[in-house]
């Protein structure tokens, strides 16, 4: 850590709740009306740091994307590639990275009018895609992804310097609530989670099927669902949830037959690309964090 | 197995999927009016394998047991009993068994005239308790319990002979959807899934942590579920279902901070008290199966 990081974290020091430094909607007066968000649905946003979009892709576009995705987890089954990660103990395909750039339609729905136009409604300024992947939570042995700010990840292992940056979920299958849905901890993007310990050497190559750092305590995220509740946004394919780099989540994992399949794609400011790793190691792949990035529109 | 072997499962052969050969409500028309379930809910019960009771207990009641039953995860954490069980690969407390001998509060609980009721109303003759625990989903890391019918490991693994038990599950602490709660498959109970494999020896020491065999397969629930759905009974403290021994039922994992904490009791007639278990391996112990019945009222 440098003496003048804004988001300190695994410095080995006690769990600690620090306050944000950055805002939560970025775009001007101007650019906050114009978008497919409406007023509402952006302050519920800014103020609850996730909000809900009913029907971003219609019903041919995402049963295209849907069975593509269930295409990749077949066909890539047994790829070596790194872009291919693996449910803990098993050999089912978790998730699969950087399908913004390999997988055509995927390119062309990051790219859609539509989802630009988001973009630019919430960052307000040039921006590239820093992550992309494709969750699969499979039927009957999908595995749970422990409560996490990513920013808190994206800041330690990747160096994204400050809060610019937002996931858009969209639901390529019914997210019920049985099936192992995203759940959000509203309001926790308004406050920083320092973690204890420090980040393992080559910690990526096992957090992303089991994270061992970068993990909130116990007490702290008990502390912030009894204050401000738990959300479980459910909803049918097409829908989707977009949310804060900061907002605290995670999900359970899956027993029921019903797999939950969902296109998880990151936004982040061009002015807020990534310097060096806040923890001092080395950077993580450029699959998982692109070091080149490419402005969007 | 015998040649008689009225519900033969783990014998080596591919699953299957027999007929149910006993009835559901075993109580004689008199008795069947005379409980405390409506003739809609005993109804209910017998064609869907399960029935939820909306307040079983009043609130100080409940109150005390899931007071005690926190007690006793902390002061029985580091019991050496076989009696207590903890989470694969933790040592958080995640069932306690046979409460209704060893601690006052469950025991009259389990012998209290409105469960003798309902066990009579179900049952329609002398019964024992031929198990009972306490399950704790503890905060933030329970794991999940995969999909079984109870009867199948009570048969090949206890010597049960028949389907004349059910299960009481009440609930301690709220049954939220996202905190790991009951998930039942309705009309389950009328088929018999007969599983793969065979049991290892001395499965039960490692299956109540995580189960190894008796899984059905996935296309079998898969096509159970596509026909008949799946069912979430969500419900506060002092709520129970009741589920007939053979319906099919598990649970997600539970990362939020809510546990969720149960009390589990099977009632089993007498008339089905257990013999050598079908699968030809010594029984598992008594706290886990009784073979000491002692009638209940």
Redesign the interface.
């Known amino acids: 850590m440098s003496a003048s990081d804004p988001y300190p974290s695994r410095i080995g020091a006690d769990p600690q709740v620090l306050p944000r430094k950055d805002p939560v909607v970025h775009a001007g007066e101007r650019k906050r009306l114009d978008g497919p968000l409406s007023s509402d649905a952006l302050g519920d946003y800014e103020r609850r740091g996730f909000c809900v979009f009913d029907a971003l892709l219609g019903p041919d576009e995402v049963d295209s994307l849907a069975f593509e995705a269930r295409q990749l987890a077949r066909v890539r089954r047994d790829d070596a590639s790194p872009k291919v990660i693996r449910e803990p103990g098993d050999d089912e395909v978790r998730s699969i990275f950087e399908v913004h750039e390999d997988e055509e339609l995927f390119r062309a729905v990051v790219r859609s009018p539509r989802v630009i136009a988001l973009v630019d409604q919430l960052l307000g300024a040039p921006a590239y895609v820093h992550q992309s992947r494709i969750n699969f939570k499979p039927?009957?042995r999908g595995r749970?992804f422990?409560?996490h700010s990513d920013f808190e990840t994206w800041h330690v292992e990747d160096g994204m310097p400050r809060m610019r940056a937002f996931s858009l979920s969209i639901n390529l299958t019914e997210n019920r609530?049985?099936n192992?849905p995203l759940?959000l901890i509203p309001e926790s993007h308004r406050y920083y989670i320092s973690c204890a310990g420090r980040t393992p050497e080559a910690h990526y190559e096992r957090s992303l099927r089991r994270q061992e750092a970068g993990l909130p305590a116990?007490s702290l995220?008990?502390a912030m669902?009894?204050d401000h509740g738990?959300e479980?946004p459910t909803g049918g394919p097409g829908s989707a949830v977009l949310f804060d780099c900061n907002t605290m989540h995670?999900?359970?994992?899956?027993?029921?037959?019903f797999p939950r399949i969902n296109l998880f794609v990151v936004f982040n400011r061009l002015d807020n690309a990534l310097s060096p790793p806040y923890s001092g190691q080395p950077p993580r792949p450029t699959h998982i964090a692109s070091r080149s990035p490419t402005p969007l529109s």
């Open positions: 039927a009957f749970p422990f409560w609530p049985d192992g759940m116990d995220l008990e669902v009894l738990l479980t995670g999900s359970n994992g899956n027993i029921t037959p």
